[in-house]
């Protein structure tokens, strides 16, 4: 069990999940008597939304896995787990199956809601992870924004199911602004998750380099890379800086949970960034922006305290 529950990423799943529950129940009902949010899915609906993107994350997972066998026996040798604990065969049954199930949760919400349309967002998501990881993962770049994409589309479909298809001439103004605050953390996850995938192509470059791939370290180099990196990774820290100021300043909760939790650990990662040069350290940077992704989306949760 343990060995299936980590082929699916679990701890990665539950925070996928938690986002989305923060979403709908620290963001956006909390609002409905003050600022007249108006929300679409029940209770039932919106669990089932958060089921589909789980499965279709962990489908995600599975398939990444199963091409990265050659890869993760150099990378990582004792977190291989497809052909050591588990089939390929049966991972492959199970990717098929995480996938049916997300897709055809979203088919069924979709249309519950009368927006058949939406169902193709569940479709090209799971296609984009297959996609990635049997093709796109290899090739400069593009596999990293990606991904990085589908991981902000985790945030949005909150926004998407949640306020889309209840605007009207009334709450237009409302039902936007509520949808651009989810933008924000999209954005923010994007940025994050860029930068560390751009990090674990780093650490990984002598298995992707034996595989073939054409990751940005193995095109440029380890240091140039690696400076390129620390050039971006100061793009989510001046951002969140400048949003900050701009948006949150009068509200000293939020000032000071950024300040210790999100700006203060980005700009230790611009500092180790600066000096990386072994694996130990890019893994240490990857699991700084995996906390920093985390505490910046929990950042959700404040809402109901400062905007009133």
Same mark, same amino acid.
């Given at each position: 069990?343990? #060995?299936?529950?980590?082929? !699916?990423?679990?701890?990665?799943?539950?925070? !996928?999940?938690?986002?989305?529950?923060?979403?709908?129940?620290?963001?956006?009902? &909390?609002?409905?008597?003050? #600022?007249? @949010?108006?929300?679409?899915?029940?209770?039932?609906?919106?669990?089932?939304? @958060?089921?589909? $993107?789980?499965?279709?994350?962990?489908? *995600?997972?599975?398939?990444?896995?199963?091409?990265?066998?050659? $890869?993760?026996?150099?990378?990582?040798?004792?977190?291989?787990?497809?052909?050591?604990?588990?089939?390929?065969?049966?991972?492959?049954?199970?990717?098929?199956?995480?996938?049916?199930?997300?897709? *055809?949760?979203?088919?069924?919400?979709?249309?519950?809601?009368?927006?058949?349309?939406?169902?193709?967002?569940?479709?090209?998501?799971?296609?984009?992870?297959?996609?990635?990881?049997?093709?796109?993962?290899?090739?400069?770049?593009?596999?990293?924004?990606?991904?990085?994409?589908?991981?902000?589309?985790?945030?949005?479909?909150?926004?998407?199911?949640?306020?889309? &298809?209840?605007?009207?001439?009334?709450?237009?103004?409302?039902?936007?602004? %509520?949808?651009?605050?989810?933008?924000?953390?999209?954005?923010?996850?994007?940025?994050?998750?860029?930068?560390?995938?751009? @990090?674990?192509?780093?650490?990984?470059?002598?298995?992707?380099?034996?595989?073939?791939?054409?990751?940005?370290?193995?095109?440029? *180099?380890?240091?140039?890379?690696?400076?390129?990196? %620390?050039?971006?990774?100061?793009?989510?820290? %001046?951002?969140?800086?400048?949003?900050?100021? $701009?948006?949150?300043?009068?509200?000293?909760?939020?000032?000071?949970?950024?300040?210790?939790?999100?700006?203060? &650990?980005? +700009?230790? +990662?611009?500092?180790?960034?600066?000096?990386?040069?072994?694996?130990?350290?890019?893994? #240490?940077?990857?699991? !700084?922006?995996?906390? @920093?992704?985390? $505490?910046?989306?929990?950042?959700?949760?404040?809402?109901?305290?400062?905007?009133?």
């Amino acid at each position: 069990m343990i #060995h299936f529950l980590n082929l !699916i990423r679990w701890k990665n799943l539950v925070m !996928i999940a938690l986002v989305q529950i923060l979403i709908k129940y620290a963001l956006l009902l &909390p609002f409905f008597e003050s #600022h007249g @949010v108006v929300t679409t899915l029940s209770p039932l609906e919106f669990s089932l939304l @958060v089921v589909a $993107t789980i499965c279709i994350a962990a489908g *995600g997972y599975v398939i990444n896995d199963i091409y990265d066998i050659e $890869t993760d026996k150099i990378n990582k040798p004792g977190k291989v787990i497809v052909n050591k604990y588990i089939s390929e065969k049966v991972a492959l049954r199970l990717f098929i199956i995480l996938n049916i199930i997300g897709v *055809g949760l979203g088919y069924y919400l979709s249309n519950g809601i009368g927006k058949s349309g939406f169902f193709v967002i569940f479709f090209i998501a799971s296609a984009s992870l297959y996609i990635y990881s049997s093709y796109l993962k290899q090739m400069l770049l593009v596999g990293n924004i990606l991904v990085s994409l589908v991981v902000a589309l985790s945030l949005l479909l909150v926004g998407i199911f949640e306020l889309l &298809p209840v605007i009207n001439g009334g709450n237009r103004k409302v039902q936007i602004f %509520f949808f651009r605050l989810i933008l924000d953390y999209a954005i923010f996850a994007f940025m994050i998750n860029l930068i560390r995938e751009l @990090v674990k192509d780093i650490e990984d470059i002598d298995g992707d380099y034996k595989v073939g791939m054409r990751t940005l370290p193995i095109i440029l *180099g380890r240091d140039r890379a690696t400076k390129i990196v %620390f050039i971006l990774s100061l793009i989510p820290l %001046f951002s969140v800086v400048y949003y900050v100021i $701009t948006n949150l300043f009068k509200q000293q909760l939020f000032v000071g949970y950024f300040l210790i939790f999100v700006i203060a &650990p980005l +700009i230790y +990662i611009t500092i180790k960034l600066f000096s990386a040069e072994q694996k130990p350290h890019y893994k #240490h940077i990857s699991l !700084i922006l995996k906390l @920093v992704m985390l $505490t910046g989306l929990l950042s959700i949760a404040l809402y109901p305290y400062v905007l009133k």
